[in-house]
């Protein structure tokens, strides 16, 4: 498995820690000092995140949004959790950079996959906002993309949840856990790991992906040293 470059994936809702909305700033510091460990490793890294802690631009159709204005909100969340990470990080030393889908300097520099790269391979931590950019596509897709386009090796989904099981395992005590599964299987059996483009992008561009329990500390280190955490998915 190659793990010289990955993309990572982070809810919105992790970032929320123990509060009810928002940036809870214990569990900001405690993902970029994991982050910061095996930035030390040599391993080069691309962040996209959620923005659920701040604004979910699907629910907001309850509340009278229009659709793609929701969704823009929404992607507007994840360049504030962006901002948040990226200041936490020059805050510990660690060089990072945010890159927006959409124009929005100065707030960060408008994404290409060149950028990224060149700033990658200076070893810097490039931190992707604004979801794809346009409405209707969720940040897990926006991850996807990212990782596909920045060539990374993996994508690691950091989520609550040790890995993926067959029914959630906060509501089915039952559930029993997957070490490895492929994205057909996910598919098939209509498993909610991530959306339906998300997996189809990830299956079709061979790009594996790793569903791991990113709050307990010291995961995110033991996946990059090769030990066997959370679930791995497959073409």
């Not at 060089?95 to 960060?108: C, F, N, Q």
């Not at 994508?155 to 039952?174: F, Q, W």
């Amino acid at each position: 498995m190659n793990y010289k470059r990955i993309l990572l994936k982070l809810s919105g809702e992790s970032l929320m820690g123990e509060k009810q909305y928002g940036i809870d700033e214990a569990r900001l510091k405690q993902y970029v000092l994991q982050i910061g460990e095996i930035t030390q490793m040599g391993v080069q890294i691309g962040i996209v995140t959620g923005g659920g802690n701040i604004f979910r631009g699907f629910s907001g159709l309850t509340k009278g949004y229009d659709r793609v204005k929701g969704d823009q909100m929404g992607m507007l969340a994840t360049v504030i959790n962006s901002l948040a990470l990226s200041s936490e990080f020059h805050s510990h030393g660690i060089k990072s950079d945010v890159l927006t889908a959409t124009g929005m300097e100065p707030v960060g520099e408008y994404y290409s996959k060149q950028k990224a790269i060149n700033l990658l391979e200076k070893g810097h931590v490039v931190i992707i906002a604004g979801g794809t950019g346009n409405p209707f596509f969720t940040t897990d897709t926006a991850a996807a993309l990212r990782g596909i386009e920045i060539e990374a090796g993996i994508m690691l989904k950091g989520t609550r949840v040790d890995g993926i099981y067959t029914a959630d395992p906060e509501k089915d005590p039952a559930a029993t856990k997957f070490d490895e599964i492929t994205f057909d299987e996910i598919y098939n059996r209509n498993l909610k790991v991530m959306d339906l483009t998300a997996i189809t992008m990830c299956r079709d561009n061979n790009l594996p992906l790793i569903v791991f329990d990113m709050d307990t500390v010291g995961n995110l280190k033991k996946i990059m040293s090769g030990q066997k955490i959370g679930t791995i998915v497959h073409k």
